[in-house]
């Protein structure tokens, strides 16, 4: 089938390549129609490595994705053929322990889209287990199914979170991820969040998706800005999303006693970890890694207008115009936030 592929020399192309896919009782054949971009796709096709994960052999790109669904097993009885899907990327071994303990997300044996050695959905259909493959209501576009991946992150981080109503939140920086973590959060009860980055667009942009206060970081300083917004008393939840190791460092600095926060961005760098300053105020710190069984409260959320990430997807490509789609999302211009691929 044609695909996007990735060399291990880096090299990117549509070209033809064999995937032996059977359809087992259990799943489902998917016509794939939107594919968003994502930053571990641009950093594999940048780096060829993230982490432990290195691209070793030929591998397709893309997670984030929406389709149709074009073949059922014989066991599948909750999907249709025509029926609009989104698919979670990851397929656990339902045998692992962390599986039977509800972690999936956390097994080291899954199987991740797009994270060598395993075949991401840049392609013409995939077959996938009907357990991970969720309907979409009515009215959430397949761009906006492609979303629900992304987003589920974002949902995990506020489910990490604890969120109380009326609780104030920071969250650092105004990528897709800091973006769908604000919309979570304040969809989790937040009252108000602030977001900061250095790129004003991006902050101008959150800035209309709700009860979201931007700071530049360039020009304002964030702990000052908490501080008179609180009476000095500081933010309930500190969402670090930018991955950027100083940012991270200064988490405690904007938490109120008993506060809470949530490491969401992955730096590439080791984080200095002040123990102190967190013993002090007593806070709790929680980590993401994807998800785990959020799929289908985001799909409720979106449905019911709640969460809105239609003004995120900035920018759309064919999937002829893939090669090109990467090289601009290598170099994204303040104004984008997320790239997706029309598959046609």
Same mark, same amino acid.
Request: proline share 16%; net charge positive; aromatic share 10%.
């Given at each position: 089938m044609q695909a996007l592929v990735l060399e291990p020399t880096l090299d990117l192309s549509i070209r033809n390549i064999a995937v032996d896919e059977t359809l087992g009782p259990h799943d489902v054949r998917i016509a794939l129609t939107r594919v968003g971009v994502c930053g571990s796709d641009v950093h594999y096709y940048t780096h060829g490595r993230i982490g432990p994960f290195v691209v070793k052999e030929p591998m397709i790109l893309g997670h984030e994705a929406a389709g149709r669904v074009v073949e059922v097993g014989d066991a599948v009885t909750s999907l249709k053929t025509g029926d609009r899907v989104c698919m979670e990327p990851g397929i656990p071994d @339902?045998?692992? #322990?962390?599986?039977?303990?509800?972690?999936?997300?956390?097994? @080291?044996?899954? #199987?991740?889209?797009?994270?060598?050695?395993?075949?991401?959905?840049?392609?013409?259909t995939v077959v996938h287990p009907a357990a991970f493959t969720f309907k979409l209501p009515d009215n959430v576009s397949d761009a906006e199914g492609a979303m629900v991946e992304p987003l589920a992150v974002g949902m995990q981080a506020a489910n990490k979170a604890r969120i109380k109503p009326g609780d104030l939140a920071v969250v650092m920086g105004a990528g897709p991820i800091g973006m769908v973590t604000a919309l979570a959060a304040l969809a989790g009860g937040c009252s108000r969040v602030v977001i900061t980055d250095v790129q004003q667009p991006k902050l101008d942009l959150a800035a209309t998706l709700g009860p979201i206060v931007p700071i530049n970081v360039r020009e304002e300083k964030v702990v000052e800005v908490i501080a008179g917004m609180t009476d000095g008393w500081g933010a309930d939840v500190v969402f670090e999303c930018s991955g950027n190791a100083n940012a991270a460092a200064g988490i405690f600095d904007l938490l109120c006693p008993g506060g809470c926060g949530v490491f969401v961005g992955i730096p590439l760098e080791p984080v200095p970890y002040d123990v102190a300053k967190g013993q002090i105020k007593e806070t709790r710190v929680e980590h993401v890694f994807r998800y785990a069984h959020v799929y289908p409260r985001t799909l409720d959320l979106m449905s019911s207008g709640m969460i809105n990430v239609k003004p995120l997807i900035t920018d759309t490509f064919s999937f002829a115009e893939s090669v090109k789609a990467f090289d601009y999302a290598v170099n994204m211009p303040p104004t984008s936030v997320k790239v997706q691929i029309e598959m046609g």
């Open positions: @339902p045998n692992g #322990r962390a599986t039977r303990l509800g972690l999936y997300n956390l097994d @080291p044996a899954v #199987r991740f889209w797009a994270t060598p050695p395993v075949h991401g959905v840049l392609r013409p």
